[in-house]
């Protein structure tokens, strides 16, 4: 059974900088896309960042280019998110995602997520 664990998030201040994680086990995930997701209750969910299939291709949301890098360890079947300069409309429930083989990462369906991971940016 695939299982995607995510670190803890957390409480940091505007200005500050927070490295979020995500480790898949239970398959193989070679060949697929990962990304992170953000939500907030009654709101769609919002499509942060994703790299590709190959690992060739990185996708932003506006909202957070420049700021946010999302990189994967192969190796450990891991992706992590740095966060950097947050701002308090950064707050949210972040998700980590994998989808399905060989799926561009932008409009691949997802299968498969993390439980979420609080993150507070404070004034």
């Known amino acids: 059974q695939v299982q995607l664990v995510e670190s803890a998030g957390g409480l940091v201040q505007a200005g500050g900088s927070l490295r979020l994680s995500c480790a898949a086990s239970?398959?193989?995930?070679?060949?697929?896309?990962w990304a992170w997701f953000r939500q907030t209750p009654g709101r769609e969910r919002e499509l942060v960042a994703a790299?590709?299939?190959?690992?060739?291709?990185?996708y932003y949301a506006d909202s957070v280019k420049g700021r946010f890098t999302i990189f994967r360890d192969t190796a450990k079947n891991t992706v992590y998110l740095q966060m950097n300069s947050l701002k308090p409309e950064d707050t949210d429930v972040y998700y980590c995602?994998?989808?399905?083989?060989?799926?561009?990462?932008?409009?691949?369906?997802?299968?498969?997520w993390g439980q979420g991971t609080q993150v507070t940016v404070s004034l």
């Open positions: 995602a994998i989808g399905r083989s060989f799926c561009g990462e932008r409009s691949c369906p997802y299968e498969h």
């Open positions: 239970g398959g193989t995930f070679n060949n697929r896309p």
């Open positions: 790299v590709g299939w190959s690992g060739d291709t990185t």
